[in-house]
């Protein structure tokens, strides 16, 4: 089993902190370790989130999210070339396989030149295939989380890879965040199993209450990859800092993993009581709150050229992968 620990912007843009993290993931058990390639120059305006948008009963019809203010917020959060290359060196110092997510098609020659080979693409990405397309002219190994997607943008992207012959996981996600273990719905990935044998979960819920149930009854249903957000700063130290786990829980998901199916399911019915309640639909529709964050997320990034924003699902993306694109001119 794969167990990813996602540092995302845990790090707070501190290089000594990330260094740290990973360590603490690899003695936690963890296989890969995971950051962010996001730079703010690549955010995207789009007018509509500049005030948000509610109606007269009070009801959220767009989210508040200020170009601005999101520029603001990430440009001290970057890890630059350097830092990507020596977070590398730490994960295969450390034991761990080094990954990133690509928010753009901007960033591929950026990180295929620090020949790691797996690399993720994040849920409201899924219908981007562009993206994923030259992710997989690029990687070994693409990984797809699935959240706040539909069935046909999840079927196209299975199309695509499997005509390619490319080796993905599809992982099951609720963008909720966090994530009500009763809106889990695990049996999600038994629909994912359709188009490849490689699915799992990437986990949002809350760390405080739930603690890792959720990856656990994942893996009693055989996901073979886990995802999750990780820190060793206090909750409170970051922005996904509720969501993310620690040393210890990597540790108990591990030993976890390594139980015999009779076993875990013994240790789900003494301790996980909201193991049925998890499993849930395969299908299902997208609730209100997962529509809103796909209508902000999709798009959230873009890939800038000639003055114009290209968004990674457009026919002409493939334009920001051109040598007078990544000249900058």
């Not at 962010?36 to 789009?46: E, G, K, M, N, W």
């Not at 902000?296 to 040598?323: C, H, M, T």
Request: charged fraction near 25%; aromatic fraction near 8%.
């Amino acid at each position: 089993m794969l167990l990813i620990a996602e540092f995302c912007q845990n790090h707070n843009g501190d290089f000594d902190t990330l260094h740290r993290m990973v360590d603490a993931a690899a003695e936690g058990g963890a296989t890969h370790g995971k950051i962010q390639t996001i730079f703010a120059d690549d955010v995207s305006f789009r007018p509509e989130f500049e005030e948000g948008e509610v109606a007269s009963d009070g009801r959220v019809l767009t989210i508040k999210r200020p170009f601005q203010a999101e520029m603001n917020r990430l440009r001290p959060l970057e890890l630059n070339y350097e830092e990507h290359r020596k977070f590398g060196d730490a994960c295969k110092a450390a034991g761990l396989k080094p990954m990133t997510t690509a928010f753009n098609l901007a960033v591929i020659p950026f990180i295929r030149e620090l020949g790691w080979k797996t690399v993720k693409v994040a849920s409201y990405d899924c219908g981007s295939l562009p993206l994923i397309g030259a992710l997989a002219d690029n990687f070994d190994d693409v990984m797809i989380s699935t959240g706040a997607s539909y069935d046909q943008e999840i079927e196209a992207a299975a199309a695509l890879l499997n005509g390619r012959k490319q080796r993905f996981s599809f992982l099951h996600c609720v963008t909720i965040y966090p994530t009500p273990l009763d809106q889990m719905n695990l049996a999600r990935m038994e629909y994912l199993r359709r188009f490849t044998p490689s699915v799992g979960l990437s986990d949002h819920s809350l760390v405080s209450r739930d603690g890792v149930k959720a990856a656990l009854a994942a893996i009693h249903l055989g996901a073979a990859v886990i995802e999750r957000h990780f820190t060793i700063l206090p909750p409170e130290a970051s922005r996904d800092g509720k969501v993310s786990i620690t040393r210890e829980h990597l540790r108990e998901i591990r030993e976890f993993a390594a139980l015999g199916k009779d076993e875990q399911a013994q240790y789900l019915k003494e301790h996980v009581p909201e193991f049925i309640s998890m499993i849930g639909h395969a299908q299902r529709a997208l609730s209100q709150d997962e529509l809103l964050n796909r209508a902000y997320y999709r798009g959230r990034f873009s890939n800038k050229v000639g003055g114009r924003q290209i968004f990674n699902w457009e026919p002409d993306a493939a334009q920001a992968l051109a040598p007078a694109a990544l000249a900058g001119e």
